[in-house]
């Protein structure tokens, strides 16, 4: 529990996550808690990044990935004509997306370090991390949202469904499924709406607004300017204390950037007058 | 440089050693201790009601519907972090759907299952232990997606709405998850794993932010050293965070389809048992709710209820924080559950 620290604040930070990542996967009050992605993996990606198959994966946000076999099953005990496409598939999907982390990496990498350099009283540990922080997640939000990367995701989520599929990983459906009752509660379900539907229809061909006559929308959507106006004030007189706080209160507490609440004007709802039905 | 930064690595060292050795010595930490029961239970639901005594039958009512995602007990992670409790406290009858795990032979359970069905049950047990025909619902997250498909489809039954972190409007730029997904084969997931892994869910989030979610909390874990409340609810957190259920396999299918895929919803081209869900149908009073640093469902996605909703009397409520801080932080504490109250009792 008490480690010796090295002198590589890099080499720090990776022994501290890996030795707390290990204790909180075993500590018994989190028993269920999914290991934190490793920091030492990623750090490690630059110190070895002729290695990517086995540290890219294990990066944060992408540990999900690092194994596609659940534990009971290993690639060895399914035959290759199986899963040979799929797992090509997947080999492929993983290397394109370690691609794209090294690009972010190294570019995060490159920030922090002009950053540190031009602060020459960076030497605050925690700071600099504060730092490697802030660029990782610049970096990563530039590129995540882009088409690129969300197509780098999703592959490789549907390359690992296929693998699982073609190596048969994964509960298979029940067979004791009630879809006969299912279908129909579904066929209920669509006369239902039908009669609804004749229902409206009857109601307005008799004049009547069908919806007023079914509870509080009907207050909402009918009341004139004067009731609108009633209900305000009698909402001020009931909340009046309330209101005053909230009106008095400084508008930046703890950290609040904004405190708003907007009441949207009648005349902000263009389509009431409108409506598309 | 290279002397301090040595020393700074030692101090760091020593405080995270000891802020470990300090979570070790924790119990096993208690989530959701506010006081309540089961008043109704079907296949796939419980609802409960919280606090106890006959006062409650004055209180306001609201029905909370929480997400299928995760489990609600973030709305009562702990006795000051509980936005439940401070419902109560703001004088509101509090009643919860839990959605129950699906298990094998639940695979094929629908969207149209949880909204019109189980959601519907939930509804009518409320109003019948409050002896009244209509609800106020609170929606979070995907549970307000649930709650606008259930108030357009129940005009009826829905007196007050209010949603939280509720997203809307699924193709918004910054909507990160949606992007990813848009193009992910979820049949092919379906039939492959039937009932979808939660633990895939929950990498997924991670995924979102990688550097802070992997890196940086567990380095701040430091800043708790011999601070054993923070440390418990740290302990809570990552209980709450690691413990998500599996999903429904078709209602996953169907969430995913409709909403991420198609935004059905804004294009009023969703359709729930054989009936069209448009949001416009909505004439009920609605509380619009979002946290402007959400990452999961960024403000945009919230706020797009605005040109959609067929009510007059909407507002909305900012929130100065993120997508888990509107549940359990301190700010969020003071902030929202007295101004949900207000905004429901003046509508009563």
């Excluded at chain 1, 309330?242 to 008095?248: F, G, I």
């Excluded at chain 1, 950037?257 to 598309?276: E, F, Q, W």
């Excluded at chain 2, 601070?227 to 999903?247: C, G, V």
Aim: glycine share 6%; proline share 5%; charged share 20%.
């Amino acid at each position: 529990m008490n480690p010796i620290p090295p002198t590589n604040w890099a080499q720090a930070l990776a022994q501290l996550q890996s030795q707390f990542a290990a204790t909180l996967s075993h500590a018994e009050r989190t028993a269920g808690t999914r290991p934190l992605a490793n920091l030492s993996d990623w750090l490690q990606t630059f110190n070895e990044p002729t290695d990517p198959t086995t540290t890219t994966a294990q990066a944060p946000g992408l540990a999900f990935m690092a194994n596609p076999w659940p534990s009971s099953v290993s690639p060895v005990t399914v035959g290759t004509g199986r899963w040979g496409v799929a797992a090509t598939r997947y080999q492929e999907a993983l290397a394109a997306l370690h691609k794209a982390w090294l690009k972010i990496g190294i570019e995060a990498w490159s920030r922090l370090h002009g950053a540190l350099t031009t602060n020459e009283t960076m030497d605050n540990l925690r700071a600099s991390y504060d730092l490697w922080i802030y660029y990782g997640e610049q970096v990563f939000a530039e590129q995540a949202h882009g088409q690129h990367y969300a197509g780098l995701v999703s592959e490789l989520i549907n390359a690992q469904v296929v693998l699982h599929l073609e190596c048969g990983i994964g509960n298979q459906p029940s067979s004791d499924d009630p879809q006969q009752l299912r279908q129909e509660l579904a066929e209920a379900r669509s006369r239902e709406a039908s009669l609804r539907s004749d229902l409206k229809t009857l109601r307005e061909s008799h004049g009547d607004d069908s919806t007023s006559s079914l509870g509080p929308a009907k207050k909402v959507r009918v009341r004139p300017t004067s009731s609108r106006k009633k209900l305000t004030k009698k909402r001020s007189t009931k909340q009046a204390d309330r209101t005053d706080a909230q009106k008095t209160a400084p508008a930046n507490t703890q950290g609040a950037r904004k405190k708003t609440v907007k009441k949207k004007p009648r005349d902000a709802k263009p389509r009431l007058g409108d409506s598309r039905r | 440089m290279s002397h301090t930064v040595d020393k700074s690595t030692q101090a760091l060292a020593a405080r995270l050693a000891r802020s470990l050795a300090q979570l070790a010595q924790l119990g096993v930490p208690e989530i959701g201790t506010s006081q309540h029961e089961t008043i109704f239970s079907g296949r796939g639901f419980r609802l409960l009601r919280y606090g106890s005594g006959s006062e409650r039958a004055q209180a306001c009512p609201v029905l909370i519907v929480y997400a299928l995602v995760n489990r609600p007990w973030v709305l009562d992670l702990e006795p000051q972090r509980s936005i439940i409790a401070r419902l109560m406290d703001a004088g509101l009858d509090v009643f919860l759907v839990e959605w129950t795990d699906p298990g094998q032979d639940d695979q094929g359970t629908t969207l149209t299952d949880y909204i019109c069905d189980m959601l519907d049950q939930c509804v009518d047990a409320t109003c019948t232990a409050r002896h009244e025909t209509t609800v106020n619902l609170l929606g979070v997250c995907q549970g307000g997606t649930f709650s606008l498909c259930y108030s357009a489809l129940f005009t009826h039954k829905v007196r007050n709405l209010i949603t939280m972190v509720t997203p809307v409007d699924f193709h918004t730029e910054d909507n990160l998850l949606s992007h990813w997904v848009r193009d992910v084969d979820v049949e092919q997931m379906v039939s492959c794993y039937g009932n979808v892994p939660g633990a895939f869910l929950n990498a997924l989030f991670v995924a979102l932010q990688p550097f802070r979610l992997g890196g940086k909390k567990a380095l701040d874990l430091a800043d708790l050293a011999d601070d054993y409340d923070r440390l418990q609810t740290f302990a809570r957190m990552e209980h709450w965070i690691a413990d998500s259920p599996d999903q429904a396999g078709r209602a996953f299918a169907d969430f995913l389809t409709m909403l991420f895929q198609r935004n059905s919803l804004v294009k009023g081209q969703m359709v729930l048992g054989g009936r069209a869900v448009r949001l416009d149908d909505i004439r009920c009073p609605i509380l619009n709710v979002y946290a402007l640093a959400d990452h999961l469902v960024p403000a945009t996605a919230s706020r797009a209820l605005a040109q959609h909703a067929g009510c007059t009397d909407y507002t909305e409520l900012a929130f100065d924080g993120g997508h888990i801080g509107i549940y359990v932080s301190r700010h969020a504490q003071q902030q929202i559950p007295p101004k949900v109250a207000a905004w429901l009792q003046a509508r009563q």
